[in-house]
């Protein structure tokens, strides 16, 4: 079965400084997608970004970008220039290829990211 | 707009009796996800739905029911056999096919209260 960990339970960053937070997943399959969703306050789900897993180069989302290892099965996000506004929780999740009907989402524990101004 | 619009935003229930949330959706997406939220627990997923007219069992469906008879809606009921029900409870719908990521939109949650 899939899972996906992330390991950081809380972290913080300072106003402009750059945040990386990481997630690692364990799958044996070689065709799925990664995503990684925003929580704020408001408890709203928000998509941040997402990878294909067959797609090399690393997801970008104006200061959010992603450095996917396919090998390590990792899939951490950078947040650059951190604003008060991306203070959240953040989750990363995992979905099987398209094969299939099975859309469902595998998730990790979530972060709780902090940031100081 | 499109998007996915739950409601009541906050529900309070007596122990015993059942309560439905309800889950409406403008986006045409085949699929839809009932997820629990919990501190400290992420989401898990409760009823998932591929299209209209069925449906699945998540990971933590004893004590909810859900139905699927129209594409844009579907309400979850918890029921009093749910020993828990205190929760965040969020719904989530994306669409399908072969093509695209699929991923999931989520409405904007209802909060759960047993007194």
């Known amino acids: 079965a899939q899972t996906v960990t992330q390991s950081q339970p809380e972290m913080s960053v300072q106003e402009a400084e750059t945040v990386t937070l990481s997630c690692t997943y364990d799958t044996s399959e070689s065709d799925y997608y990664l995503f990684w969703y925003k929580q704020p306050p408001s408890r709203q789900m928000i998509l941040v970004i997402r990878?294909?897993?067959?797609k090399q180069q690393n997801a970008t989302e104006n200061r959010f970008s992603v450095n996917f290892q396919k090998a390590a099965k990792s899939f951490s996000l950078k947040i650059s220039d951190s604003q008060l506004g991306d203070a959240a929780m953040y989750f990363c999740?995992?979905?099987?290829?398209?094969?299939?009907?099975?859309?469902?989402?595998?998730w990790g524990l979530g972060t709780s990211l902090g940031v100081n101004p | 707009d499109g998007g996915i619009t739950q409601s009541p935003k906050y529900l309070f229930r007596k122990e015993g009796q059942n309560v439905t949330l309800s889950c409406e959706q403008n986006?045409?997406?085949?699929?839809m996800y009932w997820y629990r939220q919990d501190p400290g627990q992420g989401l898990r997923l409760i009823y998932y739905s591929q299209i209209v007219n069925d449906f699945q069992k998540g990971d933590i469906a004893e004590g909810y029911s859900v139905s699927r008879e129209k594409k844009e809606s579907f309400p979850l009921t918890v029921t009093s056999a749910q020993k828990n029900p205190t929760a965040f409870y969020l719904c989530?719908?994306?669409?399908?096919?072969?093509?695209?990521?699929?991923?999931?939109?989520f409405g904007p949650g209802t909060r759960l209260t047993v007194l």
């Open positions: 999740a995992y979905r099987r290829g398209n094969a299939g009907n099975n859309r469902k989402l595998i």
């Open positions: 990878q294909e897993a067959y």
């Open positions: 986006l045409n997406h085949d699929a």
């Open positions: 989530a719908s994306s669409a399908s096919g072969s093509v695209s990521y699929n991923e999931q939109f």
